[in-house]
Structures are given as C-alpha cells and as structure tokens.
C-alpha cells in the first residue's frame, strides 16, 4: 500500500496541473460525504475499515514486500515567520515606554491594518539604522557572523530580528533573499544604484543586489545587550605545538573571564577562543589545533581571575570555546564547472539524516548536492541544486529514496546512508507531521488523525496509508527499511555504506570517506571548518521524549528481525555489521 501511495504521490508532483484537478476533485467528494453524513449519519464501516492496522500485518518469516517507487511529500515549518510577539519585540528592542505591543494591539478592518503597518514600521525605524550599500565578496565576507537564506519569504525584519536575537551590531541583506549578521563591516561602501533587487518576501523594499549588501546597525536597547550570543563549551585541550600558527591573535588579560575572552575573539572574527590562564588566544580549527583530542577537564581547572566559578585553563592546558563568529572557510557553494561524467546517490531509508548529510558534503566540497525530487522548501532555505533535474550533471550527488532495480541501477555510484530503524521511523513520522525540523503531534501517535469524523472516514477508506496513526505508519514503513538497504546492496554499483550514527559520532573520518567517493580532494582545513557548522538549519534538535515507548512489543519483534536480515547481508559482502545499539531495545 506504501509502495502505491508513493507512486500515485510522485505522479502528480510530477503533473501539477492534474494534481490541483485532482485536489478540487476530492474536495468536493469530501464536502458531498461530510454534508451526507449530517443528513443521514454516519456511514456504515467494517470493522476492517475502521481499524485498518488490525486489517492484517506482516507474519514473520513472509516475504519483505517490493517498496522500491516510493518518495515522501515535504514540508517545513518555518519558525522564523512564526515567531512570537514576545521574542519579535523582545529585550534587544525597547520603546520609550517600554509597552511595544500594547501600542500594537489588535486591530480590525481596513483602516485599522493601515494604522498597524504604520506602526510596525515606526518600529522598525526605531529598531535599525540602514547605513548604506555595501561590497561582498563570497570568498571574504563583509559581515562574517551566521547567514542564512530564505528565497521566498525573506524579509527587511526576518532578517534584522534573527541577527539582533543574536547579539549581533548589523544586519545586511544581499540577492533579495540572503541575509547576513557580523559584528563590523569588512568591506567598502558602493553607490546605493548597486543594492536594487527586491526583497523576496517584501514587494517594495530593496535587499541587496548581486554581491552587494544592504545593511542596517541594529539600535540595542542597552549597552549590556550587546551580548555575542552563547559561546559552545568544545572543552580542554593541550597547548598546540605552535602556538602562534595555532592560534594567530593573543591577548594578556589580567582580569581574565570566559566573556572577555570570548568577547574579544569575537570582535577580531575569530570561531575560537582559548583561555589560557591569563591569555587570551583566538583562531580557527586547524590541523594544528584540531580539537580531537579532549583532556580531562580537571587539567584545566584554574579559576578565572575576574570569576569565581570558571575555569579559564593554564599555559599548558587551554580552555577552548566556540564563539558566534561563522567559519566561511567551508560557506562557499557552487554548481560543478562542467557536467559531471558519474551520476552518484546519497540513498537512504526516509528519516536516515539524508538532508543533514546533504548540507555536511556541500559544506565539505563546496558544490552543491541535487535531488531526485523537488522539494520547495529546500530549495527556499538555500538547497540550490533542488530545482535541477537530478540527471543535470551540475551537482556533487543526488539525494534519493528510491529502492527499486531500475532505479538503483541508473547510478554510477552510491554513499547508502543506513541509520538505526527505531530512530529513524520516528524522525521521519515527525517529518511527516511536523515537517524537517518539527515534530508530530501527540495525537498522531496515538493513532489519532488530524481529520475528524466523516472526512477521517473518507481519508481511511481511500488513503490508508497517509493517514497518521503510528501503528500503520511501521507497518508500511520498517519493511521499507530493510529492503531500501537490501536492495542498494544488490542492485548497486560501487556503494560505500556510512552508519548515521558513526557519521554522528566521527564526523571528520565519516565525511573524509563520502568526500573521496564523490571524487573531490579532500581537504582537512575544511572538514574542520565543517564540524564547526556541523548542525545547519534542517538537522532535528533530538527526537521529543514521549511520556511512553510508541513500539509495542510487536512492533519490536517484527523490527528486530529486519535489523538481523540487513546485519547479515552487510556482513555477507564483508562490510561492518550495523551497529550494536540497533538492538536490543
């Protein structure tokens, strides 16, 4: 059923005009039966029908079924857009009276919505300073803090908000639809002709242009705000051999803290900072300084001279912390120069980390990845390679779900992304209900659908495999997982097997494996540059804890025979078995 559903799906992402044709379609039926039913009451329903999960399972010991043509529908919440009043009009902006959104209030009717918009960019006036047209080079950034882009719905506020949210002084938009925070200006200012491309999300108003930047000095309330975000604790490590190549900018600081050193690193736009007793040491992860090799912390442990409960390390043992600088040695992405000879496949299992694998190699080559299919809001968050045809021969490799011979065999290569199947059923149950990055609500795995009465009815009686009950989404979904990887194993050619979880785990030399199959020199300054930037936008902050196990004890027989099948069949072509966390549960 799985199988037909994701066939039936691609057909019409593929055919829009039927697709839409087809929606209003089955509108209208649903309305019909939804307007029936209030006349008539509900219809009759077989107890099957009724509770399709109790329709009949997989015996153990069957056949795995064939779901080989199967692709998943996409989506994404977009938290930026969804913000709150609250963090929009937060401590970084302050009105005079303090009482912003009281002022805002709830309006009604059109001249209302006028007087808000009005307000709003009152606001926003008082919230940021543009301050000019600026150059950008992609290979030395005028504003070298976090970036992210949005091709659809980027805005003058979404962008001004996220860098102010993280302490950052400016704010600069570029191409309508990037946006870029930093601490200062690293670039010359250029006539305001240069920066005239529209904002995506904002008909009217300019975001930059080609290489240029629109930029804004955010008005922080208070001098005390302006705060460099959350410093990462990466932890305590020997004092490299040379100190000065290591770590290039030293400072002396007599009143030592972790916020001085961070902060001073931080205006010299440097990713690390190390504390060394009373220095003060700033550069990046190099092959000099790699931070691989962690120390007991206790080797670190002297007291910061300016605070009490800090550790701010010694001359032989630094104390290093990430700061909110961005590492660009690895931000550059391009297509391929000429098209590619090899068509090559990032396959996996649905919720295997497929996205977050993608945006790791376009980090690690600097080129990006394509797709078998064509997701909007991918493309939209700076996937570039989405919206080409996946045999374009302009990508690095090509994201796929696909299972079947015919599919398989069309590639020259293939990196099989395999990831434990519990977690990855679940990730990807949250994908489908909560989007990339969200999660499935609580009555979904419950096997409560979204739809209520006589609509959930039509939606089982047609669609039983989009319904969102948990109970049906395995049953259709873990045999799905043993013979994407079986049949990868069988049908592909020259296929090297990453684990996500050792991906996870050993970045640097799980990476270095995918980066040499793709055929790309692989350079250590930027796998560690990638490590730094490891999570991305579309990596899921650890599943949500359920207040109970959502796998039955059915569920964890059937599974668990799965996973023997799939350990076997890697170990019979003499490849590392899966790991040994898979099982028991």
């Not at 005009?17 to 008539?40: N, Q």
């Not at 930026?80 to 009009?89: H, I, P, V």
């Not at 040695?329 to 120069?337: E, H, I, T």
Request: hydrophobic share 35%; glycine share 10%.
């Amino acid at each position: 059923m799985a199988k037909l559903w994701f066939k039936f799906q691609r057909y019409f992402r593929r055919k829009p005009v039927r697709f839409f044709t087809f929606l209003a379609l089955y509108l209208t039926a649903g309305s019909l039966v939804f307007l029936h039913s209030g006349f008539v009451g509900q219809p009759a329903v077989s107890e099957n029908q009724a509770n399709p999960a109790a329709a009949g399972g997989l015996a153990e010991g069957a056949e795995l079924p064939f779901l080989g043509d199967m692709h998943l529908g996409r989506g994404f919440r977009d938290t930026g857009e969804a913000s709150s009043m609250a963090r929009r009009y937060g401590p970084w902006f302050k009105g005079k009276d303090g009482n912003e959104r009281a002022k805002l209030g709830d309006y009604g009717g059109a001249w209302s919505r006028a007087l808000k918009g009005r307000v709003v960019r009152e606001k926003e006036e008082e919230r940021a300073k543009y301050i000019g047209c600026y150059l950008d080079d992609t290979q030395s950034r005028a504003l070298r803090g976090v970036s992210f882009f949005d091709y659809k719905k980027m805005t003058i506020f979404r962008c001004q908000d996220n860098c102010a949210e993280r302490g950052y002084l400016y704010a600069g938009l570029e191409f309508g639809a990037e946006c870029y925070c930093g601490h200062k200006i690293q670039a010359a200012n250029v006539s305001e002709a240069e920066c005239d491309m529209e904002c995506k999300g904002e008909r009217g108003s300019v975001c930059g242009g080609a290489n240029h930047l629109s930029v804004y000095r955010l008005q922080l309330a208070q001098e005390s705000a302006r705060r460099y975000g959350s410093a990462v604790f990466r932890g305590c490590f020997r004092r490299p051999d040379n100190l000065s190549l290591a770590l290039p900018v030293t400072a002396a600081m007599l009143n030592m803290s972790v916020d001085k050193c961070v902060d001073f690193c931080t205006e010299k736009e440097y990713p690390l900072a190390a504390l060394a007793g009373n220095a003060c040491h700033c550069g990046f992860p190099t092959t000099r300084f790699p931070l691989h090799d962690r120390e007991d912390e206790q080797l670190c442990a002297q007291k910061c001279s300016a605070e009490e409960f800090e550790s701010c390390g010694t001359p032989s043992y630094f104390i290093v912390y990430q700061t909110q600088v961005q590492d660009n040695r690895c931000m550059d992405r391009r297509f391929l120069p000429g098209k590619s000879q090899q068509l090559i496949a990032l396959a996996s299992f649905p919720g295997a980390g497929n996205t977050w694998a993608r945006h790791l190699i376009e980090l690690a080559t600097g080129f990006y990845t394509g797709s078998y299919y064509f997701d909007g809001s991918l493309y939209n968050k700076g996937f570039k390679g989405e919206r080409d045809h996946w045999r374009s021969g302009r990508t690095i490799c090509i994201k796929t779900h696909e299972s079947g011979q015919k599919e398989i065999e069309a590639f020259d290569a293939a990196i099989l992304l395999i990831r434990n199947p519990y977690k990855a059923l679940m990730a990807e149950f949250n994908r489908k209900y909560g989007g990339h990055i969200g999660f499935a609500a609580h009555a979904h795995w419950k096997g409560k659908g979204a739809v209520p009465g006589s609509w959930q009815i039509l939606f089982r009686s047609i669609f039983t495999a989009s319904v969102g009950e948990w109970p049906e989404f395995v049953r259709n979904y873990a045999p799905w997982w043993a013979t994407h990887t079986l049949d990868w194993l069988k049908f592909g050619k020259k296929v090297l097997v990453v684990h996500f979880e050792d991906l996870k785990q050993d970045l640097f030399v799980q990476l270095g494996r995918m980066v040499s199959l793709l055929g790309v020199a692989v350079r250590e300054d930027r796998l560690l540059c990638v490590e730094s930037q490891k999570d991305g936008n579309f990596k899921r902050s650890g599943l949500r804890k359920l207040e109970y196990d959502p796998y039955t004890a059915d569920m964890q027989k059937t599974i668990s025979a799965y996973i023997k099948m799939v350990d076997a069949a890697l170990k019979g072509r003499n490849l590392t078995g899966v790991p040994d966390d898979y099982y028991p549960r």
